[in-house]
């Protein structure tokens, strides 16, 4: 194991707040944490860690600037702040990943190309973003570019792949908004088809630059292993995958499930979700692009019924109108999947008031070296 105090710049990143302790540590700390929020429901099974916590994020982005002296830097934004800590090789990133941002990087400077101000509107180069498969080994990069023109566009691209021949397929995402967000509306593909294919739980995935798709790939496999163990699926029930996303565990779930209904907000995540069940060739699944809540007060109110709701929530957790059309949608069972072990006890708490009980829940370290926690829960009818 890397001893403490791997990284050069953890303190002034802050992306990892766990560099001051050994990987056993940390995996104690954030058992500790579970027990302290969600021991009073039911006991907290052992962390699952992973056996190599290093460069296991499949998607990097870096930001790029210019430093007083005119060098070009990349890497990420200091916490809460607009300052660019520059950022040679990560030790959660995947390599490959961080060595073509640093190839990009000296070939802006070849090509006599600067970095994007967006206060003064000058200049190129605003973020780059690889995405890589680890089974399939595809590569994604994105340029981020504050304007639509890019000089010597094919050379730039030739001599990129000149440098990488692993890569699949290049984009260029023009972003000139005066805005946080890395990526813009607007997408030109400059190589290959524009997306990467990946193979998760033996199924395959399309991944597009805006797509979302779950960063550590390896103890994604080990949280939905874990849901679907939970779940414990006979082939006769109807699952609900509430905040379905792309759709990646409720076709997971469907091949052990008489049928699955995937409901999200998102459009675009649905009609990835819609893609991929094409791509495996899954026919007991649909997607609806609708409020999870309201979709599940409206099946109560027809008479519907659901055996088992997969539900993975965003950070915040769930709110009060979801869990209430949940009670009243009354499944027999309900896995929880959740990234935030302190909402997660809040809607627990609320569902163990209004007759379920907790059965298990599982921690899951999904990002070594951050404060960052999965839990899986178990939940049944009283």
């Known amino acids: 194991m890397q001893s403490k105090h791997g990284c050069p710049v953890a303190k002034r990143c802050g992306g990892c707040q766990l560099q001051n302790l050994t990987y056993a540590e940390q995996l104690r700390y954030k058992q500790a944490k579970c027990i302290r929020l969600l021991g009073k429901?039911?006991?907290?099974s052992p962390i699952i860690g992973m056996e190599e916590p290093y460069h296991y994020r499949n998607k990097v982005q870096a930001a790029f600037t210019q430093d007083r002296r005119g060098n070009i830097i990349s890497g990420v934004y200091q916490a809460a702040s607009h300052k660019i800590v520059p950022v040679e090789d990560c030790m959660t990133e995947d390599k490959t990943a961080d060595e073509i941002i640093g190839t990009v990087r000296k070939l802006l400077k070849s090509f006599k190309?600067?970095?994007?101000?967006?206060?003064?509107?000058?200049?190129?180069?605003?973020?780059?973003?690889?995405k890589r498969g680890f089974k399939s080994g595809q590569i994604m990069v994105v340029l981020v570019t504050g304007t639509r023109e890019f000089p010597k566009r094919r050379s730039f691209v030739n001599a990129l792949l000149q440098a990488h021949p692993e890569i699949t397929t290049i984009l260029q995402?023009?972003?000139?908004?005066?805005?946080?967000?890395?990526?813009?509306?607007?997408?030109?593909?400059?190589?290959?088809?524009?997306?990467?294919?990946?193979?998760?739980?033996?199924?395959?995935?399309?991944?597009?630059a805006k797509a979302f798709y779950q960063i550590n790939p390896t103890q994604t496999e080990v949280l939905y292993k874990k849901a679907l163990e939970f779940a414990n699926l006979t082939g006769k029930e109807t699952v609900l995958d509430a905040y379905c996303g792309t759709g990646t565990i409720g076709l997971f779930a469907a091949k052990d499930a008489e049928f699955v209904v995937g409901v999200e907000l998102n459009g675009d995540a649905v009609q990835d979700a819609r893609e991929n069940a094409k791509r495996n060739q899954i026919k007991n699944i649909r997607f609806v692009k609708a409020d999870a809540g309201e979709f599940m007060v409206e099946a109560a109110r027809s008479?519907?019924?659901?055996?088992?709701?997969?539900?993975?929530?965003?950070?915040?957790?769930?709110?009060?109108?979801?869990?209430?059309?949940?009670?009243?949608?009354?499944?027999?069972?309900?896995?929880?999947?959740?990234?935030?072990?302190?909402?997660q006890a809040r809607d627990l708490f609320f569902l163990t008031k209004n007759g379920y009980t907790v059965k298990k829940i599982q921690p899951v370290d999904m990002f070594p070296h951050t404060n960052h926690v999965e839990t899986v829960a178990l939940l049944l009818k009283k």
């Not at 429901?41 to 907290?44: A, D, L, N, R, V």
């Not at 290959?192 to 395959?204: A, N, R, S």
């Open 113 to 130: 190309l600067k970095p994007y101000n967006p206060d003064t509107r000058q200049g190129f180069l605003r973020h780059v973003l690889v």
């Open 41 to 44: 429901f039911c006991k907290i």
């Open 173 to 208: 995402n023009i972003n000139n908004r005066r805005t946080s967000m890395v990526l813009g509306n607007e997408e030109i593909v400059l190589y290959g088809d524009g997306k990467i294919e990946e193979e998760l739980c033996g199924l395959h995935f399309r991944i597009s």
């Open 303 to 343: 008479g519907e019924s659901v055996d088992v709701v997969l539900m993975d929530p965003p950070r915040a957790g769930s709110d009060k109108a979801f869990l209430s059309s949940l009670l009243t949608l009354a499944p027999k069972k309900v896995v929880y999947i959740s990234c935030n072990p302190e909402t």
